[in-house]
C-alpha cells in the first residue's frame, strides 16, 4: 500500500514558538493533502484540505494565520503551528490522497506536539 | 457539526465474543472506510467500502453498509485482545476526498 510519513514524529516546545510538522508522501504523487488534529480520547478532527499549488482550505473554526499549511509539491505539505500555546498540544495527524482518490486516503503515523 | 457518531462509545467483551460497531452518517458518500487506532499510535486502514457496496469481508473483519439510513457496522468475530483499541469509521462526501470521521468506539477485550 502507499506509504505517508511524518516527521517529527513527536516535539516539545516553549509557548511562543513555531513549530513545523512535515507531511511527505512517499511512492505516490499525492494532489491532496489533509490535516487533522486529534485530543486525548477524541476522534480525528479535519483541520484544513491542501491541494498542490494552491492555498489550503480550512474548516470552520480553524484560524488560517496559527496553522500555516504549504503544499509545495506532489509528494510534501506542511503544517506550521506558529506561536504555539498548550493549548495547541495535540496529535496531529496528516492524510494524502492520490490522483484518483477512489483508493481511499492513506494515512501518516502522527505527530505528537507537547507545548510547555 | 458533520461529524458522523458511532455507538456504542464503548465495548467491552471477552476474548471469542464478536464485537459489533455502527456508525451513522448525514450526507450522500463516496466511500466509507473503518480505521484501528491503538492508543496514541497512528491510524491503522481496516476496510474501505464502496456507496455501491452492501457489504464487505476482510478476515474476521465484517462491514455492511446501508446508504439507505446512512449507516455502517463493523463485525470483528471471535474477537482477542490485541483487538483492543479504539475503531472509528469515516467517510467521504460526494464530490469531496475529504473524510470526516466519527466519534469512535473504544472496544476493549478481556482475556
Known amino acids: 500500500g502507499a506509504v505517508v510519513s511524518q516527521h517529527p514524529s513527536r516535539v516539545i516546545c516553549k509557548s511562543g514558538t513555531s513549530v513545523k510538522i512535515e507531511c511527505r508522501s512517499l511512492d505516490f504523487q499525492a494532489t491532496t493533502m489533509f490535516w487533522y488534529r486529534q485530543f486525548p480520547k477524541q476522534s480525528l478532527m479535519l483541520m484544513a484540505t491542501?491541494?498542490?499549488?494552491?492555498?489550503?482550505?480550512?474548516e470552520q473554526g480553524v484560524e488560517k494565520d496559527k496553522f500555516l499549511i504549504n503544499h509545495a509539491s506532489l509528494t510534501l505539505s506542511t503544517l506550521t503551528v506558529t506561536s504555539a500555546h498548550p493549548e495547541d498540544s495535540s496529535f496531529y495527524i496528516c492524510?494524502?490522497?492520490?490522483?484518483?482518490?477512489?483508493?481511499?486516503?492513506?494515512f501518516g503515523p502522527g505527530t505528537r506536539l507537547t507545548v510547555l | 457539526s458533520q461529524q458522523g457518531e458511532e455507538d456504542p462509545q464503548a465495548l467491552s467483551i471477552q476474548e471469542g465474543e464478536n464485537a459489533t460497531m455502527n456508525c451513522s452518517y448525514k450526507t450522500s458518500i463516496n466511500n466509507l472506510q473503518w480505521y484501528r487506532q491503538n492508543s496514541g499510535r497512528g491510524l491503522v486502514h481496516l476496510i474501505l467500502?464502496?456507496?455501491?457496496?452492501r457489504e464487505k469481508h476482510s478476515g474476521r473483519l465484517r462491514v455492511t453498509l446501508d446508504t439507505s439510513k446512512k449507516s455502517s457496522s463493523l463485525l470483528i468475530t471471535a474477537s482477542r485482545a490485541a483487538d483492543t483499541a479504539s475503531y472509528f469509521c469515516?467517510?467521504?462526501?460526494?464530490?469531496?476526498?475529504?473524510?470526516?470521521f466519527g466519534t469512535g468506539t473504544r472496544l476493549k477485550v478481556l482475556a
Open positions: 469515516a467517510t467521504d462526501r460526494v464530490g469531496t476526498y475529504k473524510y470526516i
Open positions: 491542501s491541494n498542490e499549488g494552491s492555498k489550503a482550505t480550512y
Open positions: 467500502i464502496r456507496s455501491n457496496e
Open positions: 492524510s494524502a490522497t492520490g490522483t484518483s482518490g477512489s483508493r481511499g486516503q492513506f
